[in-house]
């Protein structure tokens, strides 16, 4: 093609532009063909909380390959300054059609510089809750993964965005009351399979999305990483998983999508301890291919049948956002498309890097590339806060722990509870806070309940007053009711110790409550039988929840056995749960409760009744509903009948309380 060549001088006849050709390329992808002041714009459509990002489009041209180029027909595109570029008219070889973005970066430019002007800017929002994503779109052999990830010598995106989201976490852990934990995971589409790299030798993966449009991968090896070495300890040998392979074009060429998640999660110090999801997607796509010169046949025709599917779908999903009118935009027409759905028209910062080959046999590749980039540049994103707030635990083994650590009166064990103990007056950590709530004296709980009340909105506030109001009154009644099993207690154990006049060692030792059931000579001790203890709602920490559960037995239908004053027996049938202090019952549900909406995998399995199956179930669950409200919900998981779910409350409260 030497006539382009002959007409590089074209190039510099930018103003003969065939305004036709513009007309008719404008018509057949739209206006945006010349689109203007590409900066990101940011407005605020219906509160100052929600502002829009347009997608970030940048365009990078490979260096010209001579040697690739077997005809020596030269370049076709080029650049004009930092934002415009222009390529060779195919109709009309005198002129050229040019094109305006966010960024042009020329072939000369370095790894750092695409880095530091297209990539860098959007990092900080991940700090703050909010979602990024990075992804490099192009023909094959354009240089994505170069872009990506680079070589040793020139680190690509993908080693810079990690080291800086290591520095800005670093340069704000000392000044902002925050703690910050960073984890990546690390996939790719290859045939429409989405397939673990830090688990190699994984299956196909699902994906689901929960109703607040998060996309989730259930299953998917999430590793929290400490430092850019950690990463790398990961990130290298997971790459080396992906799958590439020779073809014409490129002699590694991606086989498959890949894209790398590192999640930044942080956590206020203090109440309400707050806590933020930011999320960034690193993604290096598969190059779009023409077959006839890649000379691919068998298996790697097949993969790139499926690569160019998923990138037509991708190529429509942006068609249907930008015209705005789609009823339903093709999002799960594809995974690719599926997983870049917060990306694309969701509520990520997106960038989308465009890399292209200046060799003229890329030339209607680079073309179509060009009009995919100024397509997209239309999509605008809402990018939000993921925010959830801590709720109070009472975390019962905690409790139980303590307790036993200050009963053994050990070294270690005072040495630790002093070191706690100065912790939580400082009330710097999280579990300082926690431990505080696993004391729920009721003053205790009546402040928590206040702080969150006046941490809430107005109408939240007016709820919550509401729930402090009740929260009194129970334990009023609470109150009252123990002073009068007390006081009849203490009656019983009068008339029996006279009665019998012997003296035995009561079944469950109790060092502290009035009440100490004793055995009669007659029987032998029956460590199944039931002694109903008093509630203990108010007066008792939950520190003290051993000597709670030393009087407290519990079998299956058991029947309690109450000596009324008056010495003639009552026997009844109660349930299981009327048989248990009323608060460790509380505390066990909410123990359950938490375990079921924040335990992993092995937490979950630590449950009763929960195996591998369900415990991934629960997860699956959670991840597309969000937390489960009330442990009643758990039946809305797969395969929990309401006869499991009580047969699983059992084990679990009286394994709880039993423990
Ligand atoms: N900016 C650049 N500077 C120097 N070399 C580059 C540049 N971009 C790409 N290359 C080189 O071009 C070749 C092809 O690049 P790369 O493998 O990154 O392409 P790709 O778009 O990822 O292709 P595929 O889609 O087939 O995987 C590589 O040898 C790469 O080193």
Known sequence: ?????????????????NKEVVRELADNIGPSFFGIANMAQRVAPDGANKKTSRVRVAVRLRPYMGKQDEKGEGPCVRGLDSQNLEIINWRNAMETVKYHFDVFHDEKTTQQEVFVSSVKPILPHIL??????????????????????????????????????????????????????????????YNEKVLDLLSPGSQDLSIREDKDKNILIPGLTHTTISSFSDFEKHFIPASLNRTTASTKLNH?????????????????RTFPHRQQTGK?????????????RTGNQGIRLKESGAINLSLFTLSKVVDSLNSGTAIRVPYRDSKLTRLLQDSLGGSAHSVMITNIAPEYKYYFDTFNALNFAAKSKLIVNKPFTRETVAVPVLPVKRAREDHEARGSG??????????????????????????????????DRLIALEKLMTSCQNKDGFDMLRDVAQSRKEIQELKKRQREFESKAMLLSQLAGEKLNVKEEPVFKNNSGPLQRKQTGATKPNKQQAV????????????????????????????????????????????????????????????????????????????QQIGDKK?????????????????????????????????????????????
């Open 410 to 443: 050990s070294e270690p064990h005072k040495k630790k509870q002093k070191e706690e103990k100065k912790i939580e007056q400082d009330g710097s950590s999280p579990s300082a806070h926690f431990d505080r709530l696993a004391e729920p004296s009721v003053m």
């Open 532 to 607: 109903v203890q008093p509630l203990q709602v108010s007066s008792q920490p939950l520190q003290q929840l051993s000597v709670v559960k030393q009087s407290v037995c519990i079998k299956k239908k058991l029947s309690v056995h109450v000596e009324p004053p008056d010495g003639k027996e009552n026997t009844k049938e109660e349930s299981w749960e009327s048989r248990l202090n009323t608060s460790m019952l509380e505390q066990s549900r909410e123990k359950i409760l938490h375990i079921l909406n924040n335990g992993s995998l092995k937490e979950l399995k630590g449950l």
């Open 280 to 292: 960034l997607y690193l993604v290096d796509l598969a190059g779009s291919e023409d077959n006839r």
């Open 128 to 189: 703050n809750g909010q979602n990024a994503s990075v992804f490099a779109y192009g023909p094959t052999g354009a240089g994505k993964t170069h872009t990506m990830l680079g070589s040793s010598e020139q680190l690509g995106v993908i080693p810079h965005a990690v080291q800086e989201v290591f520095s800005l976490v670093k340069a704000k852990d000392v000044e902002d009351g925050w703690d910050y934990s960073i984890g990546m995971s690390y996939l790719e589409i």
């Open 252 to 268: 590694r060429s991606s086989r498959s999508h890949a894209i790398l998640l590192i999640k930044v999660v942080r956590t206020q």
């Open 615 to 659: 415990a991934k179930l629960i997860l699956g669950w959670r991840e597309l509903n969000g937390h489960f409200r009330k442990l009643e919900d758990l039946v809305k998981v797969e395969g929990m009948t309401e006869k499991r779910f009580t047969s699983f409350m059992k084990a679990n409260i009286l394994s709880a309380v039993g423990n």
């Open 1 to 17: 093609m030497r006539r382009f060549r002959s007409q590089r001088s074209s190039f510099e006849k930018c103003s003969l532009v």
